[in-house]
């Protein structure tokens, strides 16, 4: 006789947070209320650690795609997951901000809000990343800026 496995939303919720749980707060720092994880761990790895970090972190946006959860909340999760990796990029200072930005325990946040309110994180996340899209434009409008700026000050003193 064939036994099935019924994998259910809140088996997969389970999931989830017991793998945001173990890369991002798994081990206290004695004596401070300090926690970080493996993904703070891996990130230690030169060269390939982060992007270990990122394929692990993955797993929670592919989980709240599976269950449904609107476009612009894994938008948001995916920048969450990005600005991790980019932090982690910088050698020990990025791995010491990374205690700090915990992508998974973010992603799993958002995850079970659009589960519970579907419009309202939708809406939530739609205005996030307008606000990090002018952002975005801002700070290339402001380097191009200065760029030309420089360009300008040195041509005319040539």
Do not use: C, H
């Not at 209320?33 to 992007?51: C, E, N, R, S």
């Amino acid at each position: 006789m064939a036994t099935t496995l019924v994998i259910t939303e809140e088996n997969k919720l389970a999931a989830v947070r017991a793998v945001a749980k173990l890369m991002d707060a798994a081990i206290e720092i004695p004596g401070t209320k300090i926690k970080f994880g493996l993904d703070t761990l891996i990130g230690l790895i030169p060269g390939v650690g982060d992007a270990i970090g990122s394929a692990i972190g993955g797993y929670i946006i592919m989980v709240a795609s599976n269950l449904g959860v609107p476009r612009p909340v894994l938008w948001r999760m995916t920048w969450n997951l990005a600005v991790d990796a980019a932090i982690g990029v910088v050698p020990l200072v990025g791995d010491a901000l990374d205690v700090a930005w915990k992508a998974n325990l973010k992603n799993v946040r958002l995850l079970e809000d659009a589960l519970a309110d579907p419009q309202a994180a939708r809406r939530g996340s739609r205005w996030m990343l307008v606000g990090i899209a002018a952002a975005v434009l801002l700070i290339g409008a402001a380097g191009a800026g200065v760029t030309w700026l420089v360009i300008w000050l040195i041509a005319g003193r040539i």
